[in-house]
């Protein structure tokens, strides 16, 4: 399923940018572009976002494996010079991930993160990575007993966009999601979860 999911983006990716190429221009953002020359798309400014995809992972001193849909908000805000784009995002996400390994069950109910962003844009085609700060739930059950814990910890990943009209863009996106080990009264150790997060989203840029 992963697979299918970056082999349709990347197509997607690949059509829109090679027919929107030719027809783009940073429109409205230039007061936050420096050193980008007139007929270049600007990946400059505050954009506003959502995302659709996968996270699976494991569970610290747990035979459990959660999995399931993940989908969210995202905010950010680009800074570019010339090609060079820097910036920061954050994003909430709310996931189906969960996973019972008799008699546990454990599930992350959601996450957020808070990251720094660097790329380098080939006009309209942006290709960066990203790290930053991560939180989230992990929550356990068992024998009608539950218990949640919100902690912190840390995401680092990389991704592509492309812009296929002035002010929208569609990416492609893969994070690593380290959430910190937290001690669990119902399972008598502690737990963390560490995860992987494929999704795609698209973006307006104002």
Do not use: C
């Not at 494996?65 to 996400?93: C, H, M, R």
């Not at 910890?153 to 296929?164: H, I, L, M, S």
């Not at 893969?174 to 737990?191: C, K, M, P, Q, R």
């Amino acid at each position: 399923m992963k697979g299918f999911v970056w082999g349709a983006v990347a197509l997607a990716v690949a059509g829109a940018a090679s027919a929107r190429a030719a027809d783009l221009s940073y429109g409205s953002r230039a007061p936050y572009t420096v050193n980008q020359p007139l007929n270049a798309y600007s990946w400059a400014g505050p954009y506003l976002g959502g995302n659709l995809g996968y996270e699976w992972g494991s569970v610290e001193n747990s035979r459990t494996k959660p999995s399931g849909i993940v989908g969210g908000a995202t905010a950010g805000y680009n800074f570019q010079n010339g090609p060079w784009v820097f910036g920061v995002e954050g994003d909430l996400e709310v996931t189906g991930a969960d996973d019972t390994f008799a008699p546990w069950k454990f599930s992350n109910p959601w996450f957020g993160t808070a990251r720094g962003r660097a790329g380098y844009a080939f006009s309209n085609v942006l290709v960066y990575g990203t790290a930053g700060l991560a939180f989230g739930e992990l929550r356990a059950e068992t024998f009608g007993l539950s218990e949640s814990h919100t902690t912190a910890g840390w995401t680092a990943g990389f991704g592509a966009e492309v812009g296929f009209a002035p002010n929208w863009s569609a990416k492609v996106e893969y994070l690593y999601v380290d959430l910190s080990d937290s001690a669990f009264a119902i399972t008598g150790v502690s737990n963390g979860f560490r995860s992987n997060v494929v999704r795609a989203g698209v973006n307006y840029h104002f």
